[in-house]
């Protein structure tokens, strides 16, 4: 996809104070660009990253914000802290949250990395009861018209990608990784979302490829690489028997290698 506009709105992260090293804390410069490109008073802006690593500390992208479309150009890559420390005091249990921006398009081939072999250690994992407090990698809420390719999401504390309450949204040519024996790490997981496709990808992180929660419906996951890992699974729903619904789930030309179950409902 092709990034438009020109000059005076395309917003570089080295233009406010960004490093690149991938060993000083980049965060607070993405937040000064990201509140330029939200605030920009053009049809579109462009938030550039640059072919440079940066270490980002959980950030949260909030909107709404003006332009009616944003790019976000990934070329470079972005890695989380590898102490579980960097969390403490943080107002995100996620690592990259993105809020209330419609018309968000991220696209490029750089590589973000959750960092997600420090929180693998049996005490986060066994002990169901702090299970949730590994981050999401990355997250998407109340994001319509949302649009993301290109990318590639590895080695998440939990989850890779997730979106929730987002209507409209084509997830396309993404890679999403993680070692087969690391612990709960859905490749993607749709909640409580519509309108939503999936395609061309590579998703293997040795549980859930994609996860369909409830209150989603029309959902296209069309020629997406699957496994190792447990196949596309519509659920949980139902739980102490609750009311659930998902409905208008399409999957086609899928392919599973070494998964346990093809498409699966768990309730």
């Known amino acids: 996809m092709a990034?438009?506009?020109s000059s005076n709105n395309v917003f570089n992260v080295m233009e406010f104070g960004a490093v690149g090293d991938g060993v000083r804390d980049d965060s607070q410069a993405f937040l000064k660009a990201w509140n330029a490109v939200c605030t920009?008073?053009?049809?579109?802006?462009?938030?550039?990253?640059?072919?440079?690593?940066f270490l980002l500390r959980?950030?949260?992208?909030?909107?709404?914000?003006?332009?009616?479309?944003?790019?976000?150009?990934?070329?470079?890559?972005?890695?989380?802290?590898?102490?579980?420390?960097?969390?403490?005091?943080?107002?995100?249990t996620d690592w990259l949250t993105f809020v209330y921006i419609?018309?968000?398009?991220?696209?490029?081939?750089?590589?973000?990395?959750?960092?997600?072999?420090?929180?693998?250690?049996?005490?986060?994992?066994?002990?169901g009861e702090v299970d949730e407090l590994r981050p999401i990698a990355l997250s998407f809420s109340f994001c319509n018209n949302l649009h993301i390719s290109?990318?590639?999401v590895i080695n998440?504390?939990?989850?890779?990608?997730?979106?929730?309450?987002?209507?409209?949204?084509?997830?396309?040519n993404l890679?999403?990784?993680?070692?087969?024996?690391?612990?709960?790490?859905?490749?993607?997981?749709?909640?409580?979302?519509?309108?939503?496709?999936?395609?061309?990808?590579?998703i293997g992180t040795g549980d859930d490829c994609i996860a369909i929660l409830t209150g989603s419906s029309n959902i296209n996951i069309t020629r997406i690489a699957c496994g190792p890992g447990h196949g596309i699974?519509?659920?949980?729903?139902?739980?102490?028997?609750?009311?659930?619904?998902?409905e208008e789930i399409h999957v086609q030309d899928c392919s599973f290698t070494g998964t346990q179950n093809g498409i699966r409902i768990k309730t």
């Open 102 to 127: 419609n018309g968000l398009i991220i696209n490029g081939n750089g590589i973000l990395d959750g960092q997600g072999s420090v929180w693998w250690s049996s005490q986060y994992y066994i002990k």
């Open 150 to 152: 290109g990318i590639n």
């Open 40 to 53: 920009a008073s053009t049809t579109s802006a462009t938030l550039t990253i640059q072919k440079k690593t």
């Open 233 to 246: 699974s519509i659920g949980s729903i139902g739980n102490q028997g609750n009311y659930d619904t998902v």
């Open 156 to 172: 998440s504390p939990s989850k890779h990608v997730k979106l929730f309450k987002c209507i409209g949204a084509t997830l396309r």
């Open 175 to 202: 890679q999403i990784k993680a070692p087969q024996d690391s612990p709960n790490r859905d490749g993607l997981v749709i909640a409580a979302s519509s309108q939503v496709q999936v395609l061309h990808s590579y």
């Open 58 to 92: 959980p950030t949260i992208f909030t909107g709404p914000c003006k332009p009616p479309q944003i790019y976000i150009q990934v070329l470079g890559d972005l890695t989380a802290p590898k102490t579980k420390s960097a969390w403490y005091g943080s107002k995100s």
């Open 3 to 5: 990034l438009c506009g």
